[in-house]
Structures are given as C-alpha cells and as structure tokens.
C-alpha cells in the first residue's frame, strides 16, 4: 500500500490526454506565477526538511502541481514507495485517517538524510472536522519520519490546530500575463494557429485559472481549429464582452435605450442574470472612463449582483442597474 491509484494523475504524455494534464508542470520551477510560493518550495527542494504544508488558494492555480512537483524532486526515485497521497476521491474518513495514514505514518522506508515520507492530502476542505481531529496527534508523533501536504480552497475549512501545525502558503490568481505566457509554449508546442485577440479573450473568460484557460484553449482548437475572439466565446458560452462593453459605451453616450435593448438580446440568448452581472463587472473594471464614475458603476453593480444571489434575476432587475448606471453619469455630468 504505497502510494495510491490517485498518484497516476501525475502521467505525463499520450497522445489523447487533456492539455492540462500534457503540460502540468513536473519541475518546480516550471510552476508560473505565486513567485513568493514557488520561490519557498524550491528552497525546501533543495534543502530537504519539508515542513508539514497548508496550500490555499482558488481553483486552477498550480496548488496540486506545486505538491506533486515538490514531492517528485524531494523524494525521487522513492516516491512510490514515500509518498501517500489522498484526495477527495479517496475516502478520508476518521477511520481511514487512524488506520491509512496511521499506517504509513509507521511505515518504515530508508530514505536520504534530510528527507520524509509524505502525505499528500489534496481537496483537504472536503475533510470532515473528526478527521482532522484525529490527524492532529498523528502529525506530532510521527514528525520525525512524516510530513503532511494539504492543499484547499479556502484554509478556514482547516482546523485551527491543523493550521497551526503548518506552514501556510497562499495562492492567488495568476495574472494575465503569467496565463499569457503558459498559453504561449502550450500555443508553440501544439502549433495553435491563432489571432492574439483569441488569446486575450481566453485569458478574460479564464479570470486567473490557468486550468480554465488550457482547457478553453484546447476546446476551441478542437472545435474550431482557429482561435480566434468569436470561436473562444463560443466555447466558453459567455456573454460577448465587446457586446457588453458597447451596453456601457450607450449608457455613457446617454443612450440609455440602447443599453436596453443590448441587455434584452442577451437575456433573449439564455445567459443567466449572474453570467450577464459578472461579466460587466469585469467590463467595468477595465473600461477606460472617469474614476468617480468608475467606481460609482462598480458599487451599484456590486449591489445588483447581490440581488441576484439573492434570487431576484429578472430582467427588470438588470434594467434597473442599467437605469442607475445611467444615474450616475447624469449626476457626475451635472457636478
Ligand atoms: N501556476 C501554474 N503554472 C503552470 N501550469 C499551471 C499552473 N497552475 C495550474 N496549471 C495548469 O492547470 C492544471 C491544474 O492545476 P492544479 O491541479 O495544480 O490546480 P489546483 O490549484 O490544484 O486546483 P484545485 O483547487 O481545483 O485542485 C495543471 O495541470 C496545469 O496544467
Ligand atoms: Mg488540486
């Protein structure tokens, strides 16, 4: 029982497999983005004496990778037989925390100086609270031979002992450039041909998930075979953002009918209020206008969406931010 089946998701090539499992970064060092978080790890790949690991941070950010990676360099060709590793595939419940991972915790494996075996706890949100608990006293005694990795979403679904027993290291969004420049060897590697709008577009529909971004990337090439604007909104079935983009520009020129009648096309194609809500958000944001405006144009979408996650998504609701954004730039013309 050395490593589980769930470690096969660390295969690297084929001809069939998705992009995002063909260029999942094997090497520390290939990790893009969270510098600070890549920067600590290939210390701790160096060095050895890994201490045990929270990774938090949103979907798609290179929080597994980093794990895999870091365990392939720490333990090398003793990985099998080292390296525990469980996701939420894998039932974690209290009984297998006190007989799994105790076991293995127990496990004797030879290795270098300077190294531990690993459990590797990815999704460790999805852990009940009695599960953790009975980890806590595992991480302790067994500490000299075991160190423990868990990657999640949010680090307040761990519990407060298992977070102090770590170390945290947070993941952000990554940046429309750090996307860029993943999309760009995936781009050359697979011989995309491409317009760069199609990629712009892909980095805004992706919103800072670079698994989001290959898999949009892939999607449009094997349906379309361009990638272009047009084809990746398509795929991703989001509003246009320069359909939206021209909704605001009306409400800045005062046509506020316009507006509406731009809205109503899209409520008539499907998209839901909160598809519709956060893609304007994301317009707004970086729409090229006044601060004040700006700023006045975010809160009341930031209300509105509320509304909606409260239930009321009707098109009269989305209206009436359209009526308020129209407000504000009344009032910011009179003043
Ligand atoms: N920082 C990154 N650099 C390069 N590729 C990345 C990065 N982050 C994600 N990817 C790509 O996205 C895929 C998924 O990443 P990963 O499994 O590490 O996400 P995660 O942070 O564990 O997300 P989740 O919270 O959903 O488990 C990887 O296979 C890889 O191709
Ligand atoms: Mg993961």
């Known amino acids: 029982m050395a490593s589980s089946s769930s470690s096969s998701s660390y295969s690297g090539s084929g001809p069939d497999i998705p992009w995002v499992e063909k260029y999942r970064p094997i090497k520390v060092v290939d990790i893009v983005g969270n510098q600070d978080a890549v920067a600590r790890f290939q210390v701790i790949a160096r060095d050895g004496n890994m201490p045990n690991l929270i990774l938090a941070g949103p979907p798609g950010t290179g929080k597994t990778t980093s794990v895999l990676a870091l365990a392939h360099e720490l333990l090398g060709p003793n990985y099998k037989e080292a390296v525990l590793e469980l996701n939420a595939s894998d039932d974690r419940g209290i009984d297998v925390v006190r007989n799994k991972i105790k076991m293995f915790a127990q496990k004797k494996v030879t290795l270098p ?5 690993i459990i590797i706890l990815d999704e460790a949100d999805s852990m009940t609270s009695g599960a953790q608990q009975a980890l806590r006293r595992i991480m302790e005694i067994y500490s000299n031979s075991t160190r423990f990795a868990l990657a999640c979403n949010t680090s307040s ?18 940046t429309e450039e750090e996307i860029l420049s993943r999309l760009m060897v995936v781009v050359a590697a697979e011989k995309v041909p491409y317009a760069p709008e199609g990629l712009e ?4 529909t992706a919103d800072g998930d670079m698994r989001q971004a290959l898999n949009n990337l892939q999607a449009t090439n094997s349906g379309f075979g361009f990638v272009n604007q047009e084809n990746v909104f398509k795929v991703c079935d989001q509003p246009h953002p320069l359909h939206v983009k021209n909704m ?3 409400v800045l020129e005062g046509k506020f ?5 731009g809205l109503k096309q899209l409520y008539d194609l499907g998209y839901s209020p909160t598809d519709i809500i956060t893609t304007l958000f994301r317009v707004i944001k970086n729409y090229d206008m006044a601060e004040y405006i700006k700023l006045e144009f975010m809160k009341e979408t930031g209300f509105a969406h509320m509304r909606i996650c409260d239930g009321v998504g009707s098109y009269l609701q989305l209206c009436g931010l359209l009526a308020k954004l129209a407000m ?8």
């Open 113 to 117: 100086l300077g190294r531990h075996k």
């Open 157 to 174: 679904k761990i519990i407060e002992p298992i977070q102090s027993r770590c170390a945290l290291v947070r993941f952000s969004r990554l």
């Open 201 to 204: 577009a892909i980095i805004f």
């Open 248 to 250: 605001i520009r009306n």
């Open 257 to 261: 009918d316009d507006s509406c009648a």
């Open 328 to 335: 504000v730039r009344e009032t910011a013309k009179a003043a």
